[in-house]
């Protein structure tokens, strides 16, 4: 027997599949007895027995009445010609100094010790979560959303029309298959992921070019689309903030056409530092023209996956219809959790401590871009809201080599060009995005310290 830890109705096991396998055990050889197998191996005879009934049950070996137990004859797969080719290793992730990205969160701000008491709560006194709950999302989840969007964001719907899911790509690539005869129009610059979804699944998409004030109105109407998606509180990533009369002319170009809707993905709009909130564009539909989509991604945590939209009732009839039969893809446990994190005020109150602390970032960045690069160095966009703000440098280096420089004094920063899915040439030149929610204040002093060594001082043109 084997010395290797396995148990030894294990050893047992594995040993008379390899002597088949091998040819040492040939198809009708009869194998010893339970009793003089244990004998000769001085273990007890239910530890043969053990290992006996899982070769029977996977085909190795038949018990036979009066007989014993006998091999099986096992069919050999052919050798392959040639050995499949390994799988290439995922690249690791970059490891920066200083990384700009949008992606991230600072998980010292995550309120560990209530979620995590909230948690075990939840895991000790409801082991019914365990089974399926609705199909859309744990009902008293989408109550606590329905009551939280109204609150703060304006949005009106009963919890009847949200669907909570794994996150906006998820909920997406549901949007894209209800509406896969449709096109949509998708933001340029904008989020390349979302469109990734959409043409993922088979979705035709047009690039409708972004002003100062959000999607122009002009072009998605010669685009040809039934649906626009857009972020109307914080355009990503420029920051625009579409005012009340380009929200009108969207609704107007929504009730214009049957079919046609507009996809308000509100995804940071939690964080707004020097005007009040904007209240949603769904919160003024009067048409039911306004699939909401937003997550709890910035607010909570990337990793958590959980995402909601929030569905006119024609647009709700047509998911049941499709998608009535499909299991929430978010673990009842995390809803659950979710859901009194919410009713007991945690979640406001995280939030305002959020705000806080990233509006001190937002101050803090740009106190030292000015500083090391003066106003007539950088010119900054969006920074009034959400998490990451536009940095036009004025020194006289491209776009490509304020980032290539910058990685190379390992800051990550990425260009606004990788936010174009059409025309890059439009892209106003030397222009960085800068997400600032990862780094405290004084990460980013030095950040941007880092990058006025790397980009150096050149005269502007």
Same mark, same amino acid.
């Given at each position: 027997?084997?010395?290797?830890?396995?148990?030894?109705?294990?050893?047992?096991?594995?040993?008379?599949?390899?002597?088949?396998?091998?040819?040492?055990?040939?198809?009708?050889?009869?194998?010893?007895?339970?009793?003089?197998?244990?004998?000769?191996?001085?273990?007890?005879?239910?530890?043969?027995?053990?290992?006996?009934?899982?070769?029977?049950?996977?085909?190795?070996?038949?018990?036979?009445?009066?007989?014993?137990?006998?091999?099986?004859?096992?069919?050999?797969?052919?050798?392959?010609?040639?050995?499949?080719?390994?799988?290439?290793?995922?690249?690791?992730?970059?490891?920066?100094?200083?990384?700009?990205?949008?992606?991230?969160?600072?998980?010292?701000?995550?309120?560990?010790?209530?979620?995590?008491?909230?948690?075990?709560?939840?895991?000790?006194?409801?082991?019914?979560?365990?089974?399926?709950?609705?199909?859309?999302?744990?009902?008293?989840?989408?109550?606590?959303?329905?009551?939280?969007?109204?609150?703060?964001?304006?949005?009106?719907?009963?919890?009847?029309?949200?669907?909570?899911?794994?996150?906006?790509?998820?909920?997406?690539?549901?949007?894209?298959?209800?509406?896969?005869?449709?096109?949509?129009?998708?933001?340029?610059?904008?989020?390349?992921?979302?469109?990734?979804?959409?043409?993922?699944?088979?979705?035709?998409?047009?690039?409708?070019?972004?002003?100062?004030?959000?999607?122009?109105?002009?072009?998605?109407?010669?685009?040809?689309?039934?649906?626009?998606?857009?972020?109307?509180?914080?355009?990503?990533?420029?920051?625009?903030?579409?005012?009340? %009369? $380009?929200?009108?002319?969207? =609704? *107007?170009? &929504?009730?214009? #056409?049957?079919?046609?809707?507009?996809? +308000?993905?509100? @995804?940071?709009?939690?964080?707004?530092?020097?005007?009040?909130?904007?209240?949603?564009?769904?919160?003024?539909?009067?048409?039911?023209?306004?699939?909401?989509?937003?997550?709890?991604?910035?607010?909570?945590?990337?990793?958590?996956?959980?995402?909601?939209?929030?569905?006119?009732?024609?647009?709700?009839?047509?998911?049941?219809?499709?998608?009535?039969?499909?299991?929430?893809?978010?673990?009842?446990?995390?809803?659950?959790?979710?859901?009194?994190?919410?009713?007991?005020?945690?979640? %406001? $109150?995280?939030?305002?401590? =959020? *705000?806080? &602390?990233?509006? #001190?970032?937002?101050?803090?960045?740009? +106190?030292?871009? @000015?500083?090391?690069?003066?106003?007539?160095?950088?010119?900054?966009?969006?920074?009034?809201?959400?998490?990451?703000?536009?940095?036009?440098?004025?020194?006289?280096?491209?776009?490509?080599?304020?980032?290539?420089?910058?990685?190379?004094?390992?800051?990550?920063?990425?260009?606004?060009?990788?936010?174009?899915?059409?025309?890059?040439?439009?892209?106003?030149?030397?222009?960085?995005?800068?997400?600032?929610?990862?780094?405290?204040?004084?990460?980013?002093?030095?950040?941007?310290?880092?990058? $006025?060594?790397?980009?150096?001082? *050149?005269?502007?043109?």
């Amino acid at each position: 027997m084997r010395g290797d830890g396995a148990p030894l109705y294990r050893q047992i096991y594995h040993h008379i599949v390899e002597e088949i396998a091998s040819g040492g055990l040939a198809a009708g050889e009869k194998l010893p007895s339970k009793r003089r197998l244990a004998a000769d191996l001085r273990v007890s005879v239910s530890t043969v027995e053990t290992a006996y009934q899982m070769l029977v049950a996977e085909g190795y070996i038949a018990a036979r009445a009066k007989s014993g137990f006998t091999v099986c004859r096992i069919e050999k797969l052919d050798a392959p010609v040639r050995p499949a080719p390994a799988a290439p290793p995922e690249p690791p992730a970059k490891r920066w100094a200083y990384d700009f990205g949008t992606g991230s969160v600072d998980t010292a701000l995550f309120p560990f010790k209530t979620w995590a008491r909230i948690q075990r709560e939840t895991v000790t006194a409801h082991p019914e979560l365990l089974n399926h709950g609705s199909r859309q999302g744990d009902a008293s989840l989408r109550a606590a959303i329905a009551k939280y969007l109204h609150a703060y964001r304006g949005v009106v719907c009963a919890p009847e029309q949200i669907v909570v899911g794994a996150g906006i790509e998820y909920l997406v690539g549901l949007l894209a298959r209800l509406f896969c005869a449709s096109t949509f129009a998708v933001e340029n610059p904008g989020y390349p992921r979302t469109a990734q979804v959409l043409r993922n699944n088979g979705v035709r998409t047009v690039f409708v070019p972004v002003d100062g004030d959000g999607m122009t109105l002009d072009a998605l109407q010669a685009g040809g689309a039934q649906l626009a998606y857009v972020t109307p509180s914080h355009q990503f990533p420029t920051g625009a903030t579409m005012p009340i %009369a $380009r929200r009108t002319e969207l =609704l *107007r170009w &929504a009730g214009a #056409a049957p079919g046609r809707y507009v996809v +308000e993905d509100d @995804y940071d709009s939690e964080f707004r530092y020097d005007t009040r909130p904007i209240p949603s564009l769904q919160g003024l539909d009067q048409a039911g023209r306004v699939i909401y989509v937003s997550t709890f991604s910035k607010s909570m945590a990337p990793s958590m996956r959980i995402g909601y939209m929030v569905l006119p009732v024609p647009v709700l009839e047509m998911y049941r219809a499709e998608y009535g039969v499909y299991s929430s893809t978010v673990s009842r446990f995390e809803q659950q959790t979710l859901c009194r994190f919410m009713e007991e005020g945690h979640f %406001a $109150r995280h939030l305002n401590r =959020l *705000r806080s &602390a990233c509006r #001190a970032r937002r101050d803090a960045l740009l +106190e030292a871009l @000015y500083a090391a690069f003066g106003r007539d160095g950088v010119a900054v966009r969006g920074s009034h809201t959400g998490l990451h703000l536009l940095a036009a440098v004025h020194n006289g280096m491209t776009e490509r080599e304020l980032v290539e420089a910058a990685a190379r004094a390992g800051v990550h920063v990425n260009g606004l060009s990788a936010y174009y899915m059409e025309h890059p040439e439009d892209c106003p030149p030397a222009t960085v995005v800068l997400g600032y929610s990862d780094m405290d204040e004084r990460a980013l002093r030095a950040a941007v310290d880092a990058l $006025r060594c790397a980009w150096g001082a *050149r005269p502007s043109e």
